[in-house]
């Protein structure tokens, strides 16, 4: 039993659910994470929900059931994946946790991997629940291409846990992260399509916030779910998705910071 314990735990599978097996039980005992990551994301999209029904959403195609399913996702991304990440990089830092799991045998890739999955799960999960509960109680409907949909959920979640390592790069503690991630926050609530479709903005503006990081994956879901993406809008999407992610990826692995601050 030890031995096939200490292969499992050997291979980059069984280091990885160690490293999340860990990540989950730390992220359990935090109740200002798990507020945030649970609560916020359920939260946000009803405090929208008047402002939703002032829009003229019919012009542009698009449905109240759909505006929220995706700004519910969003909110999602934003704050069960991104915020919490922030923290929990610096966090693990500060505590000298990462410092020490690089004197083992997981990689660098693998260790924040291993911290992150805990988030991504949630934000996967509560993504899907959120997106059926719309949908049923909202009349979003069911998604014309759900492939798109889950494209777009699958980018944006890797893209924001590069990006919340990369901002813990230049956070000095935990506490500070709740600044640090405003500026992407407020960025992509307002421009992405998450609170305000981009579809209802100038062209001029509309052009300039399709390119911010979270945009394209935004665009995959709400036009995978109302079917008014079509297939040359989709490739640009993911695209520049994974060009964002590309970015990000190289500039943690440039920057992330494995000693604390001081």
């Known amino acids: 039993m030890s031995t096939s314990t200490t292969t499992a735990t050997t291979t980059p599978a069984g280091r ?6 860990a990540e989950l039980a730390l992220l359990g ?10 609560f916020v994301p359920l939260a946000l999209p009803f405090s929208v929900r008047p402002a939703v029904g002032r829009m003229d959403l019919g012009a542009e195609g698009l449905s109240p059931g759909t505006v929220l399913l995706t700004s519910a996702v969003g909110f999602s991304l934003l704050f069960a994946v991104y915020s919490a990440l922030v923290g929990a990089f610096v966090a693990r830092r500060e505590e000298l946790v990462l410092k020490r799991l690089r004197t083992g045998e997981a990689t660098d890739p693998e260790i924040l991997a291993g911290t992150a999955l805990p988030a991504l799960g949630v934000g996967f999960a509560q993504s899907l629940l959120l997106a059926v509960a719309c949908a049923l109680l909202l009349d979003a409907g069911a998604p014309a291409a759900p492939q798109l949909v889950l494209a777009g959920l699958l980018l944006g ?7 919340a390592a990369l901002t813990a790069s230049f956070t000095r503690t935990a506490e500070s992260g709740q600044v640090t991630a405003l500026p992407f926050l407020f960025l992509s609530m307002l421009g992405s399509g998450i ?8 062209d001029r503006v509309a052009a300039v916030c399709e390119l911010l990081p979270l945009s394209p994956a935004v665009r995959l879901i709400s036009g995978g779910w109302d079917g008014t993406l079509s297939a040359a809008g989709a490739l640009a999407a993911v695209v520049t998705a994974v060009a964002w992610t590309v970015v990000a990826v190289f500039a943690v692995r440039r920057w992330f910071r494995w000693e604390p601050r001081r």
């Open 29 to 38: 005992r935090n109740r200002n994470a798990v507020v945030t990551a649970l």
């Open 195 to 202: 609170t305000v479709p981009t579809r209802l903005l100038p």
């Open 16 to 21: 990885l659910r160690s490293l999340a097996r």
């Open 157 to 163: 979640l890797v893209l924001c846990a590069a990006l």
